[in-house]
Structure formats: structure tokens, C-alpha cells
């Protein structure tokens, strides 16, 4: 074992503990172990942000299909959103045709204006945010109450043609019950592995399709990170 020094981008030095794994023993290959602890992103002038949006009660009846929830990366900011990680959880409030509800997670490329419908999430001031020195967020967040959202405009997104995520739910005659035992995630990039990273107009949209006649209510927790470009 010897001690190997490198040096960093403005000359700092750091001594690791090596060892000479090289055939020939000359140094060449070198074998280095080193202690690390995982650490939340640079967000400079941005922030780290959790948001659970709620519906109202869903009328029966909805389209296969329907957007339920969108969120959309501003265009005015030299900032990119990093999505980590969302999850929905649903319930039946009265009776429905037993079958599957399923939730698609699309991205959606080209988001130049929000969905109507529904309520916009509040984020201003200190919602959503980690820690309250960081700076408001950016998102924009629409969140079907009764009704399924609707595109703003033709062409206003672009859907990827299949989803990231789709979950499916056993949906029982039995109100009000839980369309599953938990927490259902949609989507979950671990640290270490590549997240979505959303540029200008840039976004994701949750559709559902749930089964015939009952009335459902459910809730969307997203989880994202607002830092400089990279």
C-alpha cells in the first residue's frame, strides 16, 4: 500500500491510499478504496421541492385515458427541473364495475402551455420547498378535480408514444376502498441513477383509466429538484 496524491481543478491537493495492482508491479494499474456518503444536488439559485396534489371527487365515466395530472418546466429559466421521484395513491367513494384502473406516467416534449381544467397547485412564496432559503419554484402543477384535464391548444405537448411508468390497480365494487394497499409509485430514480432532467417546455402527464360507473378521488406526490443547467 502507498499513499497517491491528485489534484482537483484549481490545484487543491488530496492524499488516497493506494495499492499496486499492476502484472507487472509497476504502478500502473492502481487500486484505490474510498469512503463516500451520498449528498443532495448543487441547486444554486434554485431549490429541492415536494408537492401532493389533491382531487375532488371524480366523476364517474371518464375516458379511457384521461390526463389526471401535468406538470410543466418553465421556459423562462436558465434552471432545468430533475424528476425523482412520483407517486399516487386512489380510492373509490362509491361503487364501481370490479376491474383495473391503470396510470400512465408519459413524458411530454414540446409543453409550451399548460393543461386547463382542474386547479393549478400553489407554489409560491415557500410551497413545496426543502428548505425555505431556497428560491420559489418554477413548475407549473395542474391537477384534475372533478373532470379530466384538457390540452390548452392543439399541439400544445408532444406525448412520448409509450409511458415511462403504468401502474395497475384491482378496483373492487366494495366503496369506499383503496385501489391498492399503498403508495403506488410511478416513477423513482434512486441516487446514482440518471433522472428525467426537463429542459424549457418540457413536462410529464399522468392519464388514468379506471372501470365503469363508481366515483373515485385520488393524490399525485411529485418530487424534483430545480438546478443550474448541465
Not at 441516487?191 to 366515483?215: K, M, R, W, Y
Amino acid at each position: 500500500m502507498e499513499n497517491k496524491q491528485i489534484k482537483d481543478g484549481v490545484g487543491n491537493l488530496f492524499t488516497l491510499r493506494m495499492h499496486d495492482v499492476s502484472d507487472a508491479n509497476d504502478g500502473t494499474v492502481m487500486r484505490g478504496m474510498l469512503l463516500t456518503s451520498p449528498y443532495p444536488l448543487d441547486y444554486g439559485t434554485g431549490g429541492m421541492f415536494q408537492h401532493t396534489a389533491k382531487s375532488g371527487i371524480m366523476a364517474a365515466g371518464i375516458a379511457a385515458g384521461s390526463p389526471i395530472y401535468s406538470f410543466r418546466w418553465s421556459p423562462s429559466s436558465p434552471l432545468v427541473a430533475v424528476l425523482r421521484r412520483v407517486k399516487i395513491a386512489a380510492y373509490s367513494v362509491t361503487a364501481f364495475t370490479p376491474g383495473l384502473a391503470t396510470f400512465d406516467l408519459y413524458a411530454a416534449r414540446s409543453f409550451t402551455a399548460q393543461d386547463i381544467g382542474g386547479a393549478a397547485a400553489n407554489l409560491s412564496g415557500n410551497a413545496a420547498k426543502l428548505r425555505t432559503s431556497m428560491s420559489p419554484s418554477l413548475a407549473a402543477i395542474q391537477c384534475a378535480t372533478t373532470l379530466a384535464l384538457a390540452v390548452a391548444a392543439p399541439g400544445s405537448r408532444l406525448l412520448d408514444p409509450d409511458p415511462l411508468g403504468s401502474l395497475m390497480a384491482a378496483v373492487t365494487s366494495t366503496s369506499p376502498s383503496q385501489f391498492s394497499a399503498s403508495l403506488l409509485t410511478l416513477f423513482d430514480k434512486p441516487s446514482g441513477d440518471h433522472p428525467l432532467v426537463l429542459a424549457a417546455n418540457e413536462g410529464f402527464v399522468i392519464q388514468a383509466t379506471v372501470p365503469a360507473a363508481g366515483t373515485w378521488s385520488f393524490a399525485v406526490t411529485t418530487e424534483w429538484d430545480e438546478i443550474p443547467g448541465f
